[in-house]
Structures are given as C-alpha cells and as structure tokens.
C-alpha cells in the first residue's frame, strides 16, 4: 500500500528546519510541496535564485515569495535523492490569494470602524473552503500519479487526505508545528460550523480580534516572532 506522510508545518524557520529533520530521519522516496505543479522546474533547475524567478515569471507574488522557507527542505530533499514535486492547484492558490486580500481589506475596515462584521469574515473563509474542497481530488490525483510508495507532503488539505484514503493510500499526520494563528482558528471554526450546522458567532468574533492583536505584533515584532510568540500562549483566540 502507497503511503504519504503529511506534515503539518508553518511558514518559519524553525518549522522548515523541522520538516527537514523530519525527512533526514524518515527518507521519503518524494517530497511534494503546496506550490503549483508549474514550480517544479524552478526548484530543480533555478535554487537558490527559484523564488525570485518564479516571481518575476508570475508564478508567485512577492508576499507569496517572502513567506516560503524552503532551503532547509530543498537542501535535504537533494541530499537524500528525495524527489521533490508540487501539488498546490492553481484554483486553490488563486483562492488563498483572494482570501488573503479580503482579509487585508476587512482588517481595515474593523481598525477604522470598530466593528468586526462577523459575516463577512465568515463568506471570505468560506470561499477559501469551498476553493479548498473543489480542488483536492484534482490534488490527490496529482499526488497519486507521482508517488511510487512513501512520501512526504506539506500542509496537504484534511478534504484531499480523504481523497487520497478514498483512493486506497494510508495516510498518516505529523504536526511539526501547530497552526495556532488566528487566522487558523478562523477557518477552523468556520469549518466546524458548516459540519454541525450551527453557527459559531461568538468564536469567529473572538478569532476576527485575535487576528488584529496578531497583526499589531507582526508589525512590533516581525511575523516569525510574532508566530512563535503565537504558539507558546494556551490559547490563541483568547
């Protein structure tokens, strides 16, 4: 049986420095990384430089670019003979792009304002879901055309794995690091509600201003710190 092992990473050092521990210790045949399909050839031919080709090319954003730590994992992956491929489907990056300029322009609105319109926070994640589950047989199937017994994936959507089951794969979950931003507890609250049927809106207003301190300490402290900050309170939304 096909097996692939899905690490649940953020986009910081120390989380990239772990994924990278993680594959020396465990020697996947294959490593596929939430890109699009469109980056592999960048990363086989272009690393170190891969990123900013990619974004000159149009395949990344500078924001994109900036938050992707990819030396420690690319670095390994050419060590180990690991080969390296990328699953993300552009629908879903193009989604997550969207998702990421609405909250820009919500979190606006709630500094100006002073009033977080729950709703609208909840449409913006539910967007980033529908996105998310429309593309995950597409990107099981990807994954399944390219794994020839163990591999390794990062951050493969909880929709896809069940694909990925669904098409006969064990699938096991490593959390290297724990996704306790707001922003996560959003989408995740969001994710419940639409399982249970009831609406969560005192959680999603307690993650909307959560992710506002979260931003106040992006900017005192840069988005790694604020991130590691983040991870070592009991609890992120609070």
Known sequence: MREVHVLSTLNTSRS??????????TRPAELFLELPPACEDYLREAEPGALELMVEDGLLTPEEAQGIKLAPLL????ELGCRVHCYL??????ARREFVQEL????????????IRVQEWRRAAERLI???????RREAEYILRRCSGRSACTNLSESACRV???LGFRVRRHVLAEASRPV???LRAVRLERRSGRLRDEELESCVKAHLRFLEMVEELGYEEAVLRLSSQPDASA
């Open 75 to 78: 670095s390994t992956a050419r």
């Open 184 to 186: 996560d507890l959003l």
């Open 89 to 94: 489907d552009p629908l879903h990056q193009l």
């Open 104 to 115: 820009v322009l919500l979190s606006l609105r709630a500094k100006v304002s002073g009033r």
């Open 16 to 25: 990239a420095g772990a994924a990278a521990s993680w594959l020396r210790s």
């Open 164 to 166: 990925l089951e669904s």
């Open 130 to 136: 529908e996105a998310e589950e429309k593309a995950s």
